[in-house]
């Protein structure tokens, strides 16, 4: 199968090399909003590890309540595809501004909302459905954040460097997560008391200061001129997309397709060390304390906000593609080894594995991510096209990656190998999309 030409019409709107002031404010604004959805969702999968099941679902026996609140989490990405669906439509029709504006409306209002939330000691079965309603509107929310995030500042930045600025974005959600992961470190050390009874709301509450700065500055942002250009040339030639989503899957469903496998490996590393590899860690048969886990996972995760800006010059120097399918492989060969690590019941071994996935794979996949993506769609559906591939694999990969591995390992009686089959199986499909990938021509 051949896919055809996706060649950006707007191409020609970023006639130099240097960032604009309105492009970096663009960057800093992207930028702000991606460490703010990663925190809250790390935040969330955090919880789910330790918290969420003792104090929503107290009444079931501790392996069902692990799994139940995993459950939650997963939840939360199943809202993801139509939160990209409809913002992204917003975007391609009416401006990435009010698009990225609504999203972090919603995600402020869910997660600040489960800080808040009584637990079922308090109100009964209440708690879980309001946890599920909010976990569905921060998935909703979230859900064309970091789709917007990468379009806006592809569409700024300068045609040679879209590699690089892209990946400034995708090294943010590493820093979510160790903004996450080392808050719920520093309540739980308050104590178990504490952390079941008001600790565990502060991470939640403390989004408020993030959200109302990240409001602030999107309130400022401009139009991007590649967007604006293919809006003026549509209306030139009478050729306006009406709606966005019909015309991407009359013409971009093979880019559709290409986008949501190139991703599966990069979302099931990505969401079994942030979010799984604290319960396996923690768990009776492995046995490492809470704390020590915590701050493997943060310490870990910190490797990747440096490094990914790499992987993004790299793909702009060798292709996104070639970048990509570098880091999906990478995480293939790595996928036994880091499970096997996470096992070992030794905190260095442990931030060893975190380290590997964050220090060799997610850069990789994140730094070339960005410039893979948005390459793949013209500008005036690139928002709906992004959103719908990615969060479509959000909803069917990151979301239930966690889920997953945690039954594969009850499956298997505490081994991790069939887990880390599962992880092996996702990267290797992001191998195989990138090189059918190459059959579509890209700007790198």
């Not at 030794?346 to 380290?355: E, K, P, Q, V």
Request: include cysteine.
């Amino acid at each position: 199968m051949t896919l055809k030409s996706t060649q950006p019409e707007a191409r020609q709107s970023a006639p130099t090399e240097i960032l604009t002031q309105a492009g970096r404010r663009a960057v800093f604004a992207a930028v702000l909003g991606t460490v703010i959805e990663w925190y809250d969702y790390a935040l969330y999968g955090a919880a789910a590890g330790l918290v969420i099941a003792p104090l929503f679902f107290s009444e079931s026996v501790p392996e069902a309540a692990s799994m139940m609140a995993f459950a939650t989490f997963a939840v939360g990405f199943v809202a993801r595809p139509l939160g990209g669906v409809i913002v992204g439509h917003i975007g391609d029709k009416h401006g990435r501004r009010p698009a990225m504006m609504l999203t972090i409306i919603l995600m402020g209002v869910a997660t600040v909302g489960v800080g808040l939330l009584p637990t079922s000691m308090a109100i009964g079965a209440a708690a879980p459905i309001l946890l599920i309603f909010l976990r569905l509107l921060q998935g909703f929310g979230a859900g064309a954040e970091l789709a917007g995030a990468m379009t806006l500042v592809a569409e700024f930045a300068p045609p040679k460097r879209r590699g690089f600025y892209t990946s400034l974005v995708l090294s943010s959600p590493p820093a979510g997560i160790a903004f996450a992961t080392f808050a719920f470190f520093a309540v739980s050390s308050l104590g178990t008391e504490a952390l079941l009874g008001w600790a565990w709301r502060v991470p939640f509450l403390v989004s408020a200061v993030l959200f109302f700065l990240a409001l602030y500055i999107r309130n400022r942002l401009e139009e991007t001129p590649e967007y604006s250009a293919a809006v003026q040339k549509a209306q030139t030639e009478r050729t306006k997309t009406k709606l966005p989503l019909r015309d991407v899957l009359a013409k971009d469903w093979r880019q559709v397709l290409v986008g949501f496998f190139s991703i599966t490996g990069h979302n099931a590393m990505n969401y079994i060390l942030a979010v799984y590899a604290l319960t396996l860690m923690t768990s009776p048969l492995v046995g490492l304390d809470k704390s020590a886990a915590l701050l493997a996972v943060t310490l870990g995760s910190l490797v990747s906000i440096g490094l990914t800006p790499l992987g993004g010059w790299f793909s702009d120097r060798f292709g996104a593609p070639r970048v990509l399918l570098f880091g999906s492989l990478m995480g293939a060969a790595l996928a036994y080894p880091i499970f096997a690590l996470l096992a070992a019941g030794n905190f260095t071994l442990a931030f060893t594995a975190i380290a590997l996935g964050y220090g060799l794979v997610i850069p990789a996949t994140s730094g070339a991510q960005g410039a893979f993506l948005t390459n793949l769609f013209p500008a005036q559906r690139r928002l709906t096209g992004i959103g719908l591939a990615r969060e479509t694999n959000g909803a069917l990969v990151a979301g239930f990656s966690p889920l997953i591995a945690a039954a594969l390992v009850a499956a298997a009686d505490g081994q991790t190998h069939l887990a880390a089959g599962y992880l092996l199986a996702c990267c290797l499909a992001s191998a195989i999309a990138v090189m059918i990938s190459t059959k579509l021509r890209t700007n790198n």
